[in-house]
């Protein structure tokens, strides 16, 4: 499979390629050239192994790996989840649903993108011989994600930037206590819009980018989206028959990629009524989906850290499918929104999602409700799905991290606290940390004096 960029420049480029520039030279995000229809056997059979299904999935786009070695990088990847179904769905009422994508080894659904790319790019330093420095901004979990893909792996350096004070004090621990020498966590003192607009600046600089051969683990890396398909196809066929008409996924979101991925299957075959954005109060997404208008506002600091995102970097992959896959007039669009800091979308029609909005009291009493009714504790990510669902609909809400990430707010909703035997580890071990002024010039030259 070929993947183009969103923008229209250059030519296409293989998986592997894709995978190891993440953003595109021109400044476009990358998609799959067309999306294959899924084979039917796979939506009428019940759940497959994780492991098939994603080979399955996955082989559709990476042709590039021969099928006994890219078996054996699925397999790495996701080998040691701590349940064996990898995303078990759980029922908590007769049409609802909870799929729990957090039982890999940072607990949150980042780890099925980034154990996969961690193991990929593994292979890529072995087999062009050339080692990689990656460098990503976090919300949170993606850096522990990544860090945990690439923790102690050879031939290449983590750079993640994190906002400082803005994320759970255990998913800070996630990321510093790793011991790991090949891992510079970056707190600075910004949101993290600010810590993805440098790195996004630094990645766009090509020269740079190429000579220090960067490597992109956010969301803009095509790989993870199309590894978070995975599991959409995979909730759906544990679904009871009856309840496999009217599916609604609801995703808690911020920078759009996740839930862009179910949207993605959804476009190769797998059926789907709507898909539900919830994001928190940082809501830039929801006043999208109800106008029309993309409108970045400041971020208000929320319950549910993770999700406290503006601009969100997918939303480019949704303009491209939007615009029937024109990329002259993404690119026009995404100049117009780099100049004027907003946009309106002409023809506005998005009837596949519509969206939800929590405030952090929304996000306790959901929290709360869903403890006293389902006996269930969700995190606060999560709770933000279940703000204001039909409930003569069938929904699956996508668990986005495990509770136990935060404590304190749980505490706060239902007087006590989750915990997870790794989190308790790390209580006990000593944080390292790097600060860097939250600039791209500050930044830049940090990652020339320490990289591989
Ligand atoms: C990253 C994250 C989200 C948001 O996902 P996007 O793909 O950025 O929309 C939601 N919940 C949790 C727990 C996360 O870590």
Not at 135 to 164: M, Q, R
Not at 184 to 203: N, S, Y
Not at 274 to 287: H, K, M, P, S
């Amino acid at each position: 499979m070929e993947f183009v960029s969103t923008r229209g420049g250059g030519t296409p480029v293989s998986f592997t390629e894709a995978l190891a520039r993440g953003l595109a030279p021109d400044g476009g995000l990358y998609v799959p050239r067309h999306l294959p229809l899924l084979s039917s056997a796979i939506l009428v059979e019940d759940a497959m192994p994780y492991a098939a299904l994603a080979w399955d999935f996955l082989s559709l786009f990476d042709t590039d790996h021969d099928s006994e070695h890219l078996v054996d990088i699925i397999d790495r990847s996701y080998g040691d989840f701590s349940d064996t179904m990898n995303a078990p769905l759980q029922q908590l009422a007769d049409n609802l649903f909870v799929l729990e994508l957090f039982h890999g080894p940072s607990l949150s659904f980042k780890d099925f993108g980034l154990q996969l790319i961690g193991n990929l790019f593994e292979e890529q330093i072995e087999r062009t011989g050339i080692p990689i420095n990656v460098l990503g901004a976090t919300s949170g979990d993606t850096g522990s994600a990544a860090i945990h893909g690439l923790a102690g792996k050879k031939g290449v350096n983590v750079f993640i930037l994190y906002p400082e004070g803005r994320i759970s004090e255990l998913q800070e621990r996630q990321m510093t206590c790793t011991g790991a020498e090949n891992i510079f966590p970056i707190p600075i003192k910004g949101t993290f819009d600010d810590g993805q607009a440098i790195v996004k600046e630094l990645m766009s600089d090509l020269e740079f980018k190429d000579k220090m051969r960067l490597s992109a683990i956010n969301s803009i890396n095509v790989v993870r989206v199309l590894a978070q398909c995975v599991y959409y196809i995979h909730a759906y066929t544990q679904l009871p028959p009856d309840n496999r008409d009217d599916v609604n996924f609801v995703v808690p979101t911020g920078n759009f990629g996740n839930i862009f991925a179910g949207w993605m299957v959804h476009q190769m075959g797998l059926p789907v009524d709507q898909f539900i954005v919830a994001t928190n109060q940082n809501d830039i997404l929801y006043r999208l989906f109800n106008s029309g208008e993309y409108h970045p506002d400041v971020v208000h600091p929320s319950h549910a850290p993770s999700m406290d995102i503006q601009v969100a970097s997918n939303f480019e992959r949704f303009l491209y499918y939007h615009n029937e896959k024109n990329a002259k007039s993404t690119l026009a669009l995404m100049e117009q929104f780099k100049k004027d800091g907003s946009i309106t979308i002409p023809n506005f029609n998005a009837s596949n999602f519509s969206a939800t909005r929590s405030t952090d009291e929304d996000i306790l009493a959901n929290i709360r409700r869903v403890k006293e009714d389902y006996d269930y504790v969700v995190d606060p990510h999560t709770a933000c799905g279940f703000q204001n669902l039909d409930p003569d609909r069938t929904h699956v809400v996508l668990a986005t991290a495990h509770p136990a990430k935060f404590p304190e707010i749980i505490k706060k909703a239902i007087g006590e606290a989750p915990t997870d035997p790794s989190l308790d580890a790390l209580k006990r071990t000593k944080m390292v940390t790097y600060p860097v002024e939250a600039s791209a010039a500050a930044v830049r030259k940090f990652i020339e004096e320490n990289c591989i």
